[in-house]
């Protein structure tokens, strides 16, 4: 396909912007597919030459609004191809895109709003619109609000609302008027003018703005290629929330600098569907939803006959089983090798394609570490899963797992182009081209986490002799026991999150004498394991206490007990009767635990476990959709592990 | 927001009220389920219907659609006299509704069952399905880009492609309310469509009736026991008690109205 070759012969030239890599393409492969959006039930294509016009006359029409360089556009809404182009035409006017998750509370975006003074903003629809209007109404100083979905808008009358339609019109005209303002826009973003305004997860305190310039990401994007993480034309299913830097870094910076088809999924819930229909080659995810995955999977199987039970369980067994042989460094036995060659017809195929994931080349997890048994069922199917490392503040890629240099405990080796050393603390440095230049508006910060270019991750690690990284865990997770024994808890919660049955796990023990853990079961996992055992229960609360479901979770926690250090052991555990939510500030939005907020809404627990007792009375707050607020008391029981 | 009673005309459409009934009687051997009522529906209104259990609301809804003509009093829709005829013609004429009691069809999909409230748009013949690809494929597919207008307007994606029978009953009254709006009518009658939801399913099914209203030109008769619904989203609203009308006119003055207060909750509150 000589387009192809054109475009791929492009050698990386980190020192250009998003918006000229899109020129790029558009010129190289005008008729090739660039976005895809399952729009009523249909795949609807856009080519290059047309996402292109359409990101200019968004350019154009922003400039219109009187749009100016260094503005700030919040951009609110789940996955849409609108609010990607909208994304790239601030970029090209040197504008800062923000997008915030769009779930997130209003007082998290009032701050985000406030600390960047943004004057625009680029909604989904009319609940992304109208938790805009709520922040105005409080004094927010966004001025014009552009929507992408018109359903439920036409009666508002609000000043400053304007339709993505007309928006897109307005700019189309200007377009028109001025024939050199296209070639204009497209040069006037500068490599080291913004690209994309994100902030920091704020698992350890609140969330700081990153601005990733041009450069940064398309060095970030160039590192990783030549770590071999994507290749040119890839086609990817962009559902990861647009307010992580990993979505960015993957559909709009690799996307563009290596033309990948971006497909975009119908709704949140159509997601696995969607991965069906798509069958991406390259897949990112969050440990989390390769868990989620997973616990579907399993949870079918539970479901299906007694054969195909058996014959799942009898082929899955032994891939696993080989798999771990090649983990620890030895060959599959060639019993193993013939199974695996049946299994692969008969179950790790059809598995494969029943989720979409038959033509995976590229398969990621990032974010935080994974489990061992989500990461070895994966590669028995012969999905080759990989460790990325990387974070925010670096444009998403630092490290990389090798195709077949995988082991459980490192995250591969450092990209070509990022320079890796370890600090006199164990904290991780970091240099390359893909560093951000500083936090947006925190100087202190700013100073405090970069030093003569060497980026101060906050995460504790060491590289291995050859070469390969281990991370630890942020290092100020790095606790100790009242024995001294050293320890992170997220590295043990991980372990308990493997348990289908755990969706969440809080692990306590600084400072006391043995470790023991909160945990949240997992509803629909748990749910129907009882529901095929006759276990009848009325809420999740009931359900937690139930003593079957106790025993159920107290094999979990052996199991991982089995694998920790006597020292590190998990003594007690509490199940508890409602689940971490972002919204009650237990987790982030990317699921990570807010350790802090836990130890203190659950001290009364906390305090019971240490202080010997068989049950805990909780007095829980619950807010009901009413606006009324009522207190619950539960009882819960304290298991020794 | 803008209420129905402004709204402009749209080509084509009569002035006048959208259903009116006139003095309507039903009888069911000696039981007298309604007995002389007159109710006039304009165009663009969301008109609540309610009443204590029996006091005749499904009867006259009945006798709209042409379940059991009324034996006395005449109906009209858009003016024209519908007394009596086929309840399948009533529907060619832009008559829609959903059942108080679910009548899907559990062993189809979401999407069949939508599908199926296209039948009135639908031309089946003998030669269109020989011929398919020459006659009828044209016709199939703007059937099903009406359907999947009306799925993407409920939000049902994510459910498209599911058994009826496998979805929670939220769900499956918006697949109802999905089948009764894939036939693009101009009159819907919602027959208790929130029996049996949570808060939140109600917030959503109200607004998916206001947008229904405001977006797809429906004039609405709604049927409901939740008196926030009813105040929250009709424009005008009739209280029926053992047949007869008690009370009508703005919700707020019909619900403070003794005889309703009375009929629904029972004396001892009326006269407090």
Redesign the interface.
Same mark, same amino acid.
Not at chain 1, 39 to 42: A, C, P, S, T, V
């Given at each position: 396909m000589p387009p192809a070759e054109s475009a791929s012969a492009w050698n990386f030239e980190t020192d250009s912007t998003l918006i000229r890599v899109l020129a790029q393409n558009a010129r190289a492969l005008p008729d090739c597919v660039a976005m895809r959006e399952k729009?009523?039930?249909?795949w609807k294509q856009t080519t290059w030459q047309e996402l292109l016009d359409i990101v200019l006359c968004c350019a154009a029409g922003l400039e219109g609004l009187d749009f100016k360089a260094g503005d700030v556009m919040l951009v609110l809404g789940d996955n849409r191809p609108r609010l990607y182009a909208g994304m790239l035409a601030a970029g090209a006017i040197n504008g800062y895109a923000m997008p915030a998750f769009p779930d997130a509370t209003l007082d998290e975006i009032r701050h985000f709003v406030h600390e960047a003074g943004a004057r625009f903003a680029l909604a989904e629809d009319q609940e992304q619109v109208d938790k805009i209007l709520d922040l105005r109404e409080q004094g927010a100083t966004i001025e014009h609000i552009i929507y992408d979905d018109p @359903?439920?808008l036409?009666?508002y009358a609000n000043p400053g609302l304007i339709s993505w339609d007309a928006l897109q019109a307005k700019g189309a005209e200007l377009l028109a008027r001025n024939p050199n303002l296209q070639n204009e826009l497209i040069a006037r973003a500068q490599p080291e003018g913004p690209a994309v305004f994100v902030h920091s997860s704020g698992s350890t305190g609140k969330p700081k703005g990153v601005v990733l310039s041009h450069r940064n990401l398309l060095a970030g994007v160039r590192n990783a290629y030549l770590g071999g993480a994507f290749q040119f034309g890839e086609s990817i299913l962009a559902y990861l929330p647009i307010a992580w830097v990993g979505d960015f870094a993957v559909t709009m910076g690799a996307g563009m600098a290596l033309h990948f088809t971006i497909n975009i999924p =119908? @709704?949140q819930?159509?997601v696995l569907?969607n991965l069906r229909e798509i069958a991406p080659t390259f897949y990112l995810a969050a440990p989390r939803s390769w868990d989620n995955l997973l616990t579907t999977i399993q949870v079918r199987m539970e479901d299906s006959s007694w054969l195909k039970k058996r014959v799942y369980d009898f082929f899955m067994a032994s891939a696993i089983s080989a798999e771990k042989r090649k983990l620890e460094g030895s060959q599959p036995t060639i019993k193993q090798r013939v199974l695996n060659w049946f299994g692969e017809w008969l179950v790790y195929r059809p598995i494969k394609d029943q989720f979409g994931l038959t033509r995976l080349r590229g398969a990621f997890t990032g974010g935080e570490a994974m489990g061992e048994d989500t990461f070895v069922f994966y590669r028995a199917l012969g999905i080759k899963l990989r460790q990325l490392y990387g974070q925010t503040e670096t444009s998403a890629y630092n490290a990389i797992q090798g195709l077949e240099e995988v082991r459980l405990h490192t995250v591969g080796r450092p990209l070509p182009g990022v320079d890796l050393r370890i600090s006199d603390a164990g904290e991780i440095l970091i240099r390359s081209g893909s560093v951000f230049s500083g936090y947006f508006k925190q100087d202190e910060a700013t100073r405090e986490s970069l030093e003569d270019g060497w980026l101060h991750t906050g995460d504790a690690g060491y590289l291995e002799p050859d070469g390969h990284l281990v991370v630890l865990g942020r290092l100020s997770d790095v606790v100790h026991t009242a024995k001294g024994e050293r320890y992170i808890p997220n590295y043990i919660e991980n372990r308990l999150k493997f348990s289908p049955y755990i969706k969440d796990a809080a692990v306590l023990g600084s400072g006391r004498d043995a470790l023991s853990a909160i945990i949240c079961i997992d509803k629909e996992a748990v749910g129907l394991w009882a529901e095929l055992r006759g276990i009848s229960y009325i809420s999740y609360a009931d359900l937690s206490q139930k003593p079957q479901v106790i025993a159920l979770i107290a094999a979990a926690v052996k199991h991982v007990n089995s694998a920790l250090p006597d020292g590190l052991q998990l003594r007690k555990f509490v199940c508890l009767h409602k689940e971490f939510d972002a919204d009650d500030g237990e987790i982030t939005r990317t699921r990570k635990i807010r350790r802090n907020i836990v130890e203190e809404r659950y001290k009364p627990i906390i305090d019971a476990i240490y202080g010997h007792q068989d049950t805990v009375m909780m007095k829980a707050k619950v807010g009901y =959709?009413?606006g009324e607020v009522g207190i619950i008391e539960r009882t819960l029981s304290v298991q020794e592990a | 927001m803008t209420r129905g009673g402004d709204r402009l005309l749209v080509a084509g459409e009569s002035a006048g009220p959208v259903i009116e009934c006139r003095s309507v009687e039903r009888r069911f051997g000696g039981i007298v389920a309604l007995n002389g009522i007159d109710m006039r529906i304009e165009r663009g209104e969301i008109f609540g219907l309610v009443g204590p259990n029996g006091c005749g609301k499904t009867t006259l809804t009945n006798a709209i659609t042409g379940f059991y003509p009324p034996q006395r009093g005449r109906i009209l829709l858009n003016g024209r006299d519908i007394t009596g005829l086929a309840p399948h013609y009533i529907a060619t004429l832009g008559v829609a509704r959903t059942f108080q009691n679910l009548a899907l069809f559990n062993g189809m999909s979401v999407l069949d069952n939508i599908l199926l409230g296209r039948h009135i748009h639908m031309k089946p013949s003998v030669a269109r399905t020989a011929l398919y690809w020459w006659l009828a494929r044209s016709d199939e597919t703007l059937n099903r880009a009406a359907v999947e207008d009306v799925i993407d307007f409920l939000q049902l994606e994510g459910v498209r492609d599911e058994l009826v029978d496998g979805i929670p009953i939220g769900l499956k009254k918006r697949v109802e309310l999905a089948r009764a709006l894939a036939a693009e009518p101009s009159f819907l009658i919602l027959d208790e469509p929130m029996a049996g939801m949570n808060q939140e399913e109600k917030e959503y099914m109200a607004r998916f009736i206001l947008d229904a209203r405001d977006e797809r030109n429906v004039t609405v008769l709604l049927i409901e026991h939740h008196m926030d619904v009813i105040t929250g989203i009709c424009d005008r609203m009739l209280a029926l008690n053992y047949g007869a009308m008690i009370g009508s006119g703005v919700p707020a003055d019909v619900v403070a109205d003794p005889r309703v207060v009375e009929a629904y909750i029972g004396g001892a509150h009326a006269t407090r």
């Open positions: 729009n009523k039930g249909i @359903r439920g036409a009666a =119908e @709704r819930e159509t569907q =959709e009413s | -």
